[in-house]
């Protein structure tokens, strides 16, 4: 050092001060470490930049003693067990601390998922990834004095690992110290959440009323995403939809009468599973329905019955007219145009019409129709609710008169 063009009788001033910690038990945790470093090196940095080294090494017995004691004032659950240091403009001083007690030697982790049902769990436990190995890291070897300086950094370490992977959780963290630490991490949701699900079959060749089984199956499963974010359930919305396609690939219906089964997830605080079942081969469906604001032929039975293949349908439509003991019947070829579009073709007997439709898809739950009676010059329009997939209210235009049908479908 240069004062006033005079070199300095003194020596050179420390510039930086770097620090070295080690432990008598051979372990201190990184994250810990690392926070005991920073914080051992801007007390040291306060006590010895700027000081001639020197000086420093005239009074070295009684630096280390000042070191020594404000190092065990900063530090919890640790005490410095002896010092060195090598001064200079780059000063480096190494520390061998000594743990107060006991030291963690092993760790249970558990996961608390609040009211979340097993198969909920199951699904967000494939997202926790490495939070048992990052908790290992930093508490293995750590003195039991010292969890006070470690939850903070196992909360801060752990929310840092779940952002990507977790995001619609914030974890919580409490721990209980012992040579077996007991590690509880709180998996506390935030946003909406699922309240309600629900389950519908929709089938356009077989009666609904045969899946009867498999729709209470798939209630009890769905009822397990209640209390989920729907954001998580979003996220996860394509592997629920490959699972259950996995199970209904394997049913009955599927491997033995060749039933096509395709599940469609609506996400939402209501959530819904629609699980449209069709034959490749066969048509077999039945529907009653009643008539109000009509004063003819206002209840009546129809039975579908035929073969399928691609986009193609020939069935026969039969109906059944209580009030006059009335039958009729109706060879049909119906063509899927698109997949919410399908037109046709009917010859009713025994009146000899000829019939021209087109069926409508709106939504999921909603239906358009039209008929045109092509012999009497007769049309027909109608707007249709699904209320369930056993129940739809429809809405019927005729060049007469209007009136509501109810119709059951079995």
Known sequence: MVTLGIPSVYGAPVQTVD???HSTTGTIPAAL??????SIQGAASYIYKGKEDSYIKE??????KATIDVVDRILYGYTVKSISMDIGESMYMRLTLEPYGNVVQSIETKFNYGNISPYGQSLIHRDIGNVKPRLEQILLGASLESLGWITPLAQKSIRSELEGTLPEFTPQIDIVGGELAKA???LV???NSVHR????IHSNTLPSALFYNMRQYYEKKLQQLEGLPVSFVRRHQLMIEAEIQEELNTSRGVTQFGVTMTPELQVGTDT???IHVDSSKYILRGEGYLDMGRGVDSVGLRVYTGVHRGPHDWYLETEFLPNRLKWSFAPSYGYQFSKDTKVGYQYSLPNHHHHGFVYQNIGTRWNARYERDITAKANEFALSYDV???LRLEYVWGDQDRWLRLIGRI
Do not use: I, N
């Open 19 to 21: 620090v070295d910690l």
């Open 184 to 186: 509880t991490v709180y």
């Open 59 to 64: 009074s070295m017995q009684a630096y280390e």
């Open 197 to 200: 699900t629900d389950v519908a």
């Open 388 to 390: 369930h997939e056993y």
């Open 189 to 191: 949701p935030h946003g």
């Open 33 to 38: 470490k690392t926070r005991m470093v920073a």
């Open 272 to 274: 819904r599973l629609d």
